[in-house]
C-alpha cells in the first residue's frame, strides 16, 4: 500500500474526522450518563432523608426503639440495600440500619456525618462507593441529623459497561469507516487513475489520440478537457517542429549536391596550384560530412513524421545481417577489428529490409569507430521470446553510465572533440530508434566504459508462417 497516495491520505483524514467525532460524543455521553445517574441516586437518598426527618419530627420524643420499628416498616433499608442513620450533633446514634441483605456495604465504616448535603465516600477495605445524603430534624427541642445513602456500585457499573460498549463501537465504526473510505474513495480516484494510463500511452508519436472524456459534469470532465487541449497544442507544435526539419533538410540536399559536384570538378583540375588543391579536397570532404548529416536529418524527420511509412515485405532478417557484415568487413578490416557473424537460421520479420539495413550499418559503423584496432566485433540475430532480436556486440570504449540514457537523442556525442575526427553527428542512433519504433519494434542499450557495447533490437517475428 502506497502511504503517500492520495487514497491513503484521504481515507486516514476521514477516519481521524470520524473517530474524533465519535469520540468527543462517547466522552460527551459517558459524563451526561454519569452526571444523571448519580444526581437520580442524590435526588432520591435526599428525599428519603426528608421523609425519615419528618417521621423523626412526627415522633416527638424519641426512643431508639420505637424510631427503629418505624423506619423499618416504612423504609426496610436492610432488605432494599440502603442505609439509614439518625444520630444528634453531638455524635450519639439514634438509629443505624443494619447490613443490606446483600451485603454490598458495612454501615459501621461509614463515617459520622459532617453537615447537611450530599457526599461521596469511598469506604475504608473495599471498593465501595457510597453516596450518602444528609438531612436535618427537630423535635422535642432536640436537633437530629438524618442519613440516607445507597451504595454507587450498581449505577458505576452501569456507566462502566456504556464505556466497554462505546470503546467497542469506537472500534467497530473505525474499522468500517476504514473500509468503507478505501473502496469509496478508490472508486471516486477511479477516473485518475484511468487518466493517468492512457496519459502516459500518450507519447511524442502518439500525439493524434485523445483522453477519453465521460460526460459526468464533474471536475475529472474539465481536467480531462483541458488535459485534451494541451495534447491538441502539443501536437501542433510538434508537427510544426517536423515540418520544419523535413522541409529545411529537403532545401538544402539540392544546393549541397550541386556544391558538392562543383567542387569535385574544380577538385579533378590538374592546373590547380597542390596548396589551393589540398584545401579544395578537406573543403570537399565537409561538404561530403554535411550531405551526410542533411541526408539523415531527412531521413530522420521523414520516419519521425510518419511520412515514410515502411514497405511491409516478409525477409530474413539473419540473411540481410550475415550480407551487410560481409559488405563492412573490409572498412573493418581497415581498422584492425573483426566481424563474427552469428546467424545460424532464418528469422522471418514483417518490414522494409533497405531501412532495416540501414540499422544493422549504423550499429556496425558505431561499433567498428569506437572500436580500437585489435577488437572484435559480434553481430548475432536469433528468436527469443517470440521476438526476432539482432545484437551488435563489441568490445570497444564503450559509453559512459551517465552517458546512456541519452545515447538515442539526435545530435548526442558522447565525446564531441573525438567523434568530429570520426565524422559522425550524432544523428545514426536517433535513427535507428526512429526505424525501429516504425516497426513496433525497440531498441537498447548495455555498456560499461572501457569495456564495450552491446546494441539489441526486437522486433515483432512475422506473423505468417
Ligand atoms: P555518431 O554518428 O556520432 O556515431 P550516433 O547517434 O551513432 O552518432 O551515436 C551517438 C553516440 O553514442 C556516439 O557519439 C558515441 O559516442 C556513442 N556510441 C554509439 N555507439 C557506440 C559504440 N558501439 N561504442 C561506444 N560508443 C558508442
Not at 448535603?117 to 436537633?143: F, I, N, Q, Y
Amino acid at each position: 500500500m502506497n502511504l503517500r497516495s492520495l487514497r491513503f491520505r484521504l481515507v486516514l483524514w476521514y477516519a481521524l474526522w470520524l473517530g474524533t467525532v465519535f469520540l468527543g460524543t462517547g466522552a460527551l455521553l459517558y459524563f451526561a450518563v454519569g452526571q444523571y445517574l448519580e444526581g437520580n441516586l442524590a435526588r432520591s437518598q435526599m428525599s428519603r432523608a426528608n421523609r425519615v426527618a419528618a417521621l423523626v419530627g412526627r415522633l416527638g420524643e424519641v426512643s431508639s426503639n420505637q424510631l427503629r420499628m418505624e423506619i423499618t416498616a416504612d423504609f426496610a433499608p436492610e432488605a432494599s440495600g440502603r442505609f439509614i442513620r439518625v444520630s444528634q450533633p453531638t455524635g450519639t446514634v439514634l438509629y443505624q440500619s443494619g447490613e443490606p441483605a446483600d451485603q454490598s456495604f458495612d454501615p459501621s465504616q461509614i463515617s459520622p456525618p459532617a453537615g447537611p448535603g450530599v457526599r461521596r465516600e469511598k469506604l475504608a477495605g473495599g471498593p465501595e462507593m457510597m453516596l450518602v445524603t444528609v438531612a436535618t430534624a427537630a423535635t422535642g427541642g432536640m436537633g437530629y441529623r438524618v442519613e440516607a445513602g445507597e451504595a454507587l456500585t450498581p449505577a458505576l457499573t452501569e456507566l462502566h459497561r456504556l464505556l466497554l460498549s462505546l470503546v467497542l463501537g469506537f472500534v467497530m465504526v473505525t474499522i468500517v469507516a476504514l473500509a468503507g473510505g478505501y473502496v469509496l474513495v478508490g472508486r471516486a480516484l477511479q477516473p485518475v487513475t484511468d487518466i493517468t494510463r492512457r496519459a502516459e500511452g500518450i507519447t511524442s508519436r502518439h500525439l493524434s489520440e485523445r483522453l477519453p472524456v465521460a460526460p459526468t459534469g464533474d471536475e475529472f470532465q474539465h481536467l480531462c478537457e483541458a488535459l485534451n487541449r494541451m495534447i491538441a497544442r502539443l501536437d501542433e507544435a510538434f508537427q510544426h517542429n517536423r515540418r520544419f526539419l523535413a522541409d529545411a533538410s529537403h532545401e538544402l540536399r539540392t544546393p549541397l549536391t550541386i556544391l558538392r559536384g562543383e567542387m569535385e570538378a574544380v577538385v579533378q583540375r590538374r592546373e590547380l596550384d597542390p596548396a589551393v588543391q589540398e584545401t579544395m579536397n578537406n573543403l570537399l570532404e565537409e561538404v561530403q560530412r554535411l550531405a551526410r548529416i542533411v541526408e539523415n536529418l531527412f531521413a530522420l524527420s521523414r520516419l519521425e513524421a510518419g511520412l515514410a511509412s515502411p514497405v511491409a515485405t516478409r525477409f530474413d532478417l539473419a540473411r540481410l545481417a550475415s550480407t551487410t557484415a560481409e559488405q563492412m568487413c573490409l572498412v573493418a578490416e581497415d581498422k584492425g577489428v573483426k566481424i563474427t557473424c552469428q546467424t545460424p537460421q532464418p528469422v522471418m520479420v514483417e518490414g522494409d529490409p533497405g531501412r532495416f539495413k540501414q540499422v544493422i550499418v549504423n550499429l556496425l559503423d558505431n561499433a567498428i569507430k569506437y572500436t580500437p584496432a585489435g577488437g572484435a566485433i559480434t553481430l548475432a540475430v536469433r528468436e527469443q521470446d517470440h521476438k526476432a532480436v539482432c545484437e551488435v556486440a563489441d568490445n570497444g570504449i564503450g559509453i559512459p553510465a551517465d552517458a546512456l540514457p541519452r545515447v538515442f537523442e539526435r545530435f548526442f556525442r558522447v565525446d564531441e572533440t573525438r567523434n568530429r575526427e570520426s565524422g559522425g553527428a550524432g544523428i545514426g542512433l536517433a535513427i535507428v530508434k526512429a526505424i525501429c519504433t516504425a516497426h513496433n519494434g525497440h531498441v537498447e542499450v548495455n555498456s560499461t566504459a572501457g569495456s564495450g557495447s552491446c546494441f539489441r533490437v526486437c522486433l515483432p517475428l512475422s506473423a505468417q508462417t
